[in-house]
């Protein structure tokens, strides 16, 4: 997804009077332009796996916020972070299955099972960013190491 994707997405959804589609892309070109002031480039340099890691960060924390909520038994506020969790999603790459993660692993680590927990989890997480989520990479890694 691309930033000019982006704002034709903010288009369609203010010609669609959908003020909750609206309010999420508007929050995601935000944070898309604030990334790229913090990497030092301008917004139309900002290549798709720049923006792809701005909506996994932003999944990540709807996600968070989600469970910190319905920890504090606050429905209404979960019930809106999952509204912008599930527009998110749309414009967030498709994930790997674990059991491709597995196969990613194997295939970087191979029979090499003595190197560290941290090096092997830095090796596949280079290979595979932004297609599997941390936590299934990590998983996977322990339990190819057998840790």
Same mark, same amino acid.
């Given at each position: @997804? ?6 034709? =997405? &903010? ?15 508007? @929050? ?8 790229? &002031? ?7 340099? *900002?290549?798709? $796996? ?13 996600? =968070? ?12 506020? #979960?019930?809106? =972070? ?9 414009? #967030?790459?498709? *994930? *790997?299955?674990?059991?491709?993660? &597995?196969?990613?692993?194997? =295939? ?16 596949? *997480? ?12 990590? $998983? ?8």
């Amino acid at each position: @997804m691309t930033l000019t994707e982006l704002r034709s =997405e &903010m288009k369609q959804a203010m010609i669609a009077k959908n003020a909750d589609r609206l309010s999420v892309i508007r @929050m995601l070109i935000s944070a898309v332009s604030y990334s790229a &002031m913090n990497l030092a480039k301008k917004d139309d340099e *900002m290549t798709e $796996d720049d923006i792809a890691q701005v909506v996994l960060k932003e999944v990540k924390k709807r996600k =968070e916020s989600i469970a910190d909520y319905e920890k504090a038994n606050d429905a209404e506020r #979960a019930q809106k =972070e999952q509204s912008e969790l599930s527009i998110l999603q749309e414009f #967030a790459p498709t *994930m *790997m299955s674990e059991d491709d993660v &597995m196969r990613n692993v194997a =295939e970087i680590i191979g029979d090499n099972k003595s190197v560290p927990l941290g090096q092997a989890i830095g090796m596949v *997480m280079k290979e595979v960013k932004n297609k599997a989520d941390s936590q299934v990479i990590q $998983d996977a890694v322990k339990k190819y190491l057998g840790v």
